[in-house]
């Protein structure tokens, strides 16, 4: 029997060798791009600045709080001839502290100051990199404040041990309605705050710098914040359209963000303050080219021109790698010195500046035990997802209300027609099917049909490593059974793969590539699938198949609950599915791959409020498992028979909700 079961491949050779998602999420991307470019063209730029400004705070999710205060927590003083350091720790949002160094030259007066974002080098603000940039500076006589991002340096899950601030861990703050690149931002206010506080500073000579993310972050607080006078991104100016099916971090992600504006456009918002941006001719990142910088650079000239402040926008190439280099530095506070002390300054030697190297060690805030206010990712996001969810069950929403909003949390769900069905030939068992798209996708289908007659029900599986990883004994099962089974790869699974984006997230979580370009795009991953289902789904009604279940594992459990929200289903049988949203643990949080991410999720509800809204007539929970893998205990699952409980008799729901552990 085993060996009629054999899960064959659908699509030839050739077919599978094309890459379906990375044409079209280009196309999407480049069709965006150009929306973006035309429709604000077309407006005087002081009308839309504002709105555009705004619209970025909102899907970033920016924070302000101008009124806390600081708290600073200083733990060493390193004197050196001609300045000194201070290591500190202070308040960027209640109970939340960020690590940092504080600059001073010993100079009299009141002196501009530039805060340094660093990017994903290891030691974040310490790397060897940014206490060069830092010491430039001060030896140039600017006062520096170099800051740990969330989630970097001192601020990760585990003090001093070096880790990647993205990734799953970084998405996860989107299923809390947070976004890594607005708590970064909001962070940065935070530290122009802080500048803006000390009597040394002058508030109306302040600038910002920083390299690849770093680069990111300072374009972005400029864009936002008008305090700064100057900025100087290196190595991270590109197109958003080249963010898409490329490679980049989740801190440089704005959810939506292809939808109203191009990168050019953030550059425009900090006209007509003083920009230069560096880039390297030998950067390896697409997104960051210099041809894609070239580009973007030629728009927002034009932004420039118009409020006739050209002379305030330049660039600068670098026969260089990817790097903020020593001539990258000079270039950098040339720039400061003019636009900053309105004069060039003598000709700065760097290399004497950043000859006294200071070690790594001794600017750590914390050498030892690490305060709890020195927050991470990963108590963030429990935390405040177990207040959302706590929130969410209060919500008496109806049903209709609560799909509503579902929509908005899903993004945008293409109404994908078939244009044909293509049979491909049988084998084994398997009748091999593909429903090809008006939109070009193709979905690639395996039927087994019992003899005519013999079964009126339809099993259709789903998992999340793509239909070959279905477990054989069940299919076998289902054989027995005499049902009619529909083996199914989902956007970007299996056959439906791209080559393009598993080669990206080598080192990555899988669906790192397509989960961060969807929500560029508007869309979201699960929302994909859910597309895909629907076509399915529409196929089946359509021959007439019988009843439908749905057996899913892993990730596809997820879009299957919602797909059953809105359509009817006999059952859904769930392998290892999310039992919530609530983060759970650092450890294992790459168990699920980045499709599982939802921004805002928890604000609408969670698993169990899916559950509670299904339209199919009985749900099977078979080893539902934590955020981090771990598998349900007896205790969890009593408390989510009572959320059910409670969530069906307010929708008066009587369908069946089970739980099965073993």
């Known amino acids: 029997m085993r060996q009629q079961v054999q899960v064959p491949a659908v699509f030839e050779e050739k077919e599978a060798a094309n890459d379906y998602i990375l044409e079209h999420y280009r196309d999407l991307a480049s069709r965006a791009s150009n929306h973006c470019l035309s429709a604000n063209k077309r407006k005087e730029w002081k009308d839309i600045a504002p709105a555009l400004r705004q619209k970025v705070i909102k899907e970033a999710n920016l924070s302000f709080f101008k009124t806390l205060d600081f708290d600073v927590k200083e733990t060493a003083k390193i004197e050196r001839s001609t300045f000194h350091i201070k290591n500190i720790a202070f308040q960027t949002r209640p109970s939340v502290y960020a690590t940092a160094n504080l600059y001073l030259p010993k100079i009299e007066g009141r002196l501009p100051a530039i805060l340094v974002a660093h990017g994903h080098w290891a030691g974040a603000r310490n790397a060897g990199l940014f206490r060069q940039v830092a010491l430039g500076l001060v030896n140039a006589g600017y006062i520096v404040l170099t800051m740990d991002a969330w989630g970097a340096g001192e601020r990760g899950s585990v003090a001093h041990l070096e880790e990647y601030h993205g990734g799953n861990l970084g998405a996860s703050l989107f299923n809390i309605g947070e976004t890594l690149m607005g708590m970064q931002l909001t962070d940065n206010v935070r530290a122009l705050d802080f500048l803006c506080s000390l009597p040394m500073v002058d508030t109306q000579r302040i600038g910002v710098t920083g390299a690849s993310g770093g680069g990111n972050q300072a374009m972005w607080l400029a864009a936002l914040d008008e305090r700064i006078k100057a900025v100087v991104p290196v190595v991270s100016v590109g197109t958003f359209e080249s963010y898409v099916m490329n490679s980049n971090c989740v801190c440089e992600l704005l959810p939506n963000g292809l939808t109203f504006l191009e990168e050019s456009h953030a550059l425009g918002l900090i006209a007509p303050r003083a920009l230069k941006v560096l880039s390297a001719i030998r950067e390896d990142n697409p997104s960051f080219y210099h041809s894609q910088m070239l580009h973007c650079y030629k728009y927002a000239e034009a932004i420039y021109a118009k409020l006739g402040a050209k002379e305030k926008l330049a660039y600068e190439l670098f026969d260089q790698e990817h790097t903020y280099s020593v ?7 040339d720039w400061f010195d003019l636009h900053l ?16 190297e200071i070690d790594q060690e ?3 805030t914390y050498h030892h035990a690490r305060p709890v206010f020195v927050e991470t990712t990963e108590h963030f996001c429990r935390e405040r997802g177990s207040i959302l969810h706590s929130k969410s069950l209060l919500d008496e929403a109806s049903i209709p209300d609560k799909l509503k909003e579902l929509e908005g949390v899903l993004g945008h769900i293409e109404d994908k027609k078939l244009r044909q069905i293509i049979k491909k030939g049988k084998e084994g068992l398997w009748q091999k099917v593909v429903l090809e798209c008006t939109n070009n996708q193709k979905i690639p289908l395996l039927l087994y049909e019992p003899a005519k007659g013999c079964t009126t029900s339809c099993k259709v ?4 490593e793509g239909k070959e990883a279905i477990p054989l004994q069940l299919l076998e099962q289902a054989f027995e059974e005499g049902s009619m089974l529909l083996l199914v790869d989902l956007w970007g699974l299996g056959e439906q793969g791209s080559p393009a984006a598993l080669k990206l997230d080598e080192h990555l979580p899988p669906f790192h590539t397509l989960a961060r370009s969807a929500l560029w795009l508007g869309r979201t991953v699960l929302g994909e699938w859910f597309s895909d289902m629907q076509v399915v789904y529409r196929w089946l009604i359509d021959q007439q198949f019988g009843s439908l279940t749905f057996v899913c594992f892993k990730e596809p459990s997820v879009a299957a609950l919602l797909f059953s929200t809105m359509h009817n289903l006999k059952s859904l ?4 599915s999310p039992y919530s949203y609530i983060f759970d643990s650092r450890e294992g949080v790459d168990y699920y791959n980045m499709s599982i991410h939802l921004p805002g999720v928890l ?3 969670d698993i169990m409020t899916m559950a509670g809204l299904s339209k199919a007539e009985a749900i099977e929970f078979v080893r539902a498992r934590s955020m981090s893998g771990r598998l349900i205990d007896l205790e969890t699952k ?15 729901q ?9």
Do not use: C, P
Request: avoid cysteine; glycine fraction near 4%; hydrophobic fraction near 45%.
């Open 362 to 364: 001794v600017l750590i």
């Open 603 to 605: 604000y609408w509800g």
């Open 638 to 652: 009593q408390q989510l028979e009572k959320e059910i409980a409670v969530l069906k008799a307010r929708w008066d």
């Open 654 to 662: 009587e369908h069946n909700i089970n739980f099965i552990i073993n």
């Open 573 to 576: 049988v769930l392998y290892d």
């Open 461 to 464: 599986f789903f998992h999340g």
């Open 341 to 356: 002390t309105n004069s060039r300054k003598q000709v700065h030697r760097m290399e004497d500046a950043i000859s006294k």
């Open 327 to 333: 001539e990258m530095l000079r270039a950098a506070v």
